[in-house]
């Protein structure tokens, strides 16, 4: 197999380019051997692009995105551009646009904590006695943070605030067929689909159109239907119930949020951003970044743990390349480097730690 992949590198700010320099080290080691060349442009985003070039995402940046198959991000911000207006400051000023600007609707989170990581976890070890392996699938475009109307206005003399939570059953079958595809390519992957139909609109037209959506294109994969107020309790109680989680937008971002904490460290945990078009491998062009911040506290000392980034392209590998099996080989020699003992500072509970770049090389050795 002979393969170039072109896509765009955005470091960002203060671990980000740290953890984005060991990932494309292992990305390189990983694919080499297969005949496949990585043709990337890097380029500035959020406070670097603010600092070069005077805005979160330059105009040269999003070019070079354009011209790319798929996008590997790090992360942005930090105290240093914490003064500016929210709307310039970097996360808000950089990845909205570019959501905006590829269709990114479908938001990929796996949440998966290896056995031997259990106590970064706050629940109690033996809810988890073997990890957690789930996917929490957000739907990120529609929904309630860009219905309209959206104001804030006077009404009999006081003031009164109306967001508006809209969908329509194209979105949500199209996140729907990425919650299908997702269990497909998981060991007795199944579905469930978290709404709150008992009381929204939205929501029984969700419930509806999920039902028979896959009735019609996917009738053996198991589907199941969930209250988001239950599914925030059921998470917290027993997660490894679930296999492919879905929901809209303001759900999925609870409820992501609340499944990386239940997964421990943030250094370990990856994300994908899917778009409606498909790439020049007939794949779709996607977004990966580590679901953390910037991680200011630690920066500049060659500690972060660079797994998040590893894992985030190895899911670019798998989503915008169709290059699965390669992908898996990735997740295994991160697993096997840390079932072997090897780990940075937030995953090694007091224990010996190494660095960002050893971290990287133990990784690479075990491919
Ligand atoms: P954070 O995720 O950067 O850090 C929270 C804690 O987790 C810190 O103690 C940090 O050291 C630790 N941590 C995170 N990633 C780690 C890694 N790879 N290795 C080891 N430890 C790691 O969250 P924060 O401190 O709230 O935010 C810092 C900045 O990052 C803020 O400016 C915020 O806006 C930005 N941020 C950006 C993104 C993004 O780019 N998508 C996401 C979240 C936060």
Redesign the pocket.
């Known amino acids: 197999m002979s393969k170039t992949l072109k896509f765009a590198v955005l470091p ?5 380019p740290e ?1 984005m320099e060991v990932a494309l080290e292992v990305l390189k080691a990983a694919t080499e051997p297969h005949g496949i060349t990585l043709e990337y442009t890097t380029a500035d985003v ?1 406070g670097a692009g603010i600092d070069n070039h005077g805005k979160a995402l330059p105009d040269s940046t999003l070019e070079v995105c354009k011209s790319a198959d798929a996008i590997l ?7 240093k ?2 003064s500016l207006p929210p709307k310039e ?3 808000r000023a ?2 909205l646009p570019l959501r905006k600007a590829f269709s990114l609707y479908a938001n990929v989170r796996p949440g998966l904590l290896f056995k031997e990581l259990v106590d970064a976890s706050p629940l109690k070890t033996e809810r988890i006695p073997e990890g957690i392996d789930i996917v929490c699938i957000r739907e990120l475009t529609g929904g309630i943070y860009f219905g309209q109307p959206k104001e804030t206005k006077e009404v009999d003399g006081e003031l009164q605030a109306c967001d508006t939570m809209v969908y329509k059953v194209s979105e949500i079958e199209r996140i729907a067929e990425v919650a299908a595809q997702t269990a497909l390519a998981r060991p007795n992957g199944k579905v469930c689909s978290v709404d709150k139909a008992n009381v929204l609109e939205t929501s029984v037209l969700w419930r509806k159109t999920v039902i028979e959506y896959f009735k019609k294109n996917h009738p053996d994969i198991p589907l199941s239907h969930m209250y988001v107020d239950n599914a925030a309790m059921q998470l917290a109680r027993d997660p490894n119930q679930f296999d492919v989680l879905f929901t809209e937008n303001m759900f999925g971002d609870i409820l992501s949020d609340e499944m990386a904490v239940i997964c421990g ?3 370990m945990m990856s994300s994908a951003s899917l778009g409606t078009g498909k790439n020049g491998h007939g794949q779709p062009f996607g977004l990966y ?10 920066a500049g000392q060659g ?7 590893i894992l985030s392209a190895a899911m670019m590998l798998r989503y915008s390349f169709g290059l699965g099996d390669i992908a898996t080989g990735i997740e295994q020699a991160v697993r096997k480097a840390v079932e072997d003992g090897i780990r ?3 995953i090694a509970f007091g224990k010996e730690s190494v660095g960002t770049k050893e971290m990287a090389a133990a990784i690479v050795e075990r491919l």
């Open positions: 960002g700010d203060y671990i980000g953890v959020g991000f790090g992360s942005v911000g930090g105290p551009w914490e400051q970097p996360e950089a990845l460290s943030l250094g970044e580590p679901a953390g911040g910037t991680a200011p506290d630690i500690i972060a743990n660079p797994c998040a980034q940075t500072g937030d």
